[in-house]
């Protein structure tokens, strides 16, 4: 049996996931981007600046914000990566990557409860990246007089827009665009390696989310999109649900070839546990040693890493390949 444990994280995966399910995102049908953008110039941001954000609101900067408090991993991760990291002056307690983002002031945790308002107005912030799924706090915090922009990344695509909304906000979008080239340049090459990979040949995939309930991800989130652009098959592709519940007899039923799941599963996903799991010893996976433990945190964060993860899973489905 081969499992790779690649990482051991402690974040909450299933606190990410529960976000996604109260936002109600991850419904675009569309197929992610595969082919690099052709290369424009992005025009520099000027202040004040309005964007329209993903709850839909016309959020005005007066100028670029200087004191940013991030309320969640993916939104610090962001702001790192295009270069805003020393714009950062508050984080959540999950906030762990980049390295140098647990340097800044915690705020708590990333649930509308687990925030402290007190905190985050103590800091001054001109700019409060939230999520979309922080509705409780978020008109706290416009009370307080403070600026709020809300991201829901779901897919390949909002992850861009986002990076590059982000870049806009914080007064680094050239950064930002070449970022979100460089993601759709590697997208595009792990695509058009497996293009020719004939359907009724690529490795069905189980991806478990969470092992109680037992959790996987519809084919119109980020890691369903993975699993198609890598060249895999989701077994659970005909689901509707982005992060729908699923039987331990319907997975046996649908024997996939390879399994992954992220590295929050802690001791719940080991050759030992899976083989105990009734049925399971059957499935082809678990037979040919094809069992891959990914980074919990890069893997369900819907952020820059998005692209590594992808990397990674092409290599394991196709090791001769890439």
Known sequence: MKIINRFNTIFSLTAIILLALLSGGCTQTTAPSSSPPETTPAPAAAFPLTLTDDLDREVT??????????????????????????QVVGVTSYCNYPPEATSREPVGGITNKSLSVETIVALEPDLVLASDSQD????????????????????????????EMVGQATGHLDQATALTAEMRRRVATVSAKVDTIPADTR???????????????????????MINIAGGKNIFADVNEDWPQVSAETIVERNPTIIFGPANHSDELTIEQITTRPGWADIAAVQNE???ILDGDAVSRPGPRVVDVLEEIARDLYPDLF
């Open 136 to 163: 409780e706090i978020i008109p706290v915090l416009e009370q307080a007089s403070l600026t709020v922009l809300a991201l829901n990344p779901a897919t390949f695509d909002d992850i861009y827009a986002n990076i």
């Open 203 to 225: 490795p069905s995939v189980f991806y478990e989310v969470w092992h109680d309930p037992l959790m996987t991800a519809g084919p119109n989130t980020f890691i369903g999109q």
């Open 61 to 86: 900067l007066p100028a670029r914000p200087e004191r940013i408090v991030s309320l969640l991993p993916s939104n610090t991760e962001i702001l790192f990566t295009v270069g805003a990291g020393d």
């Open 290 to 292: 094809q069992i891959y």
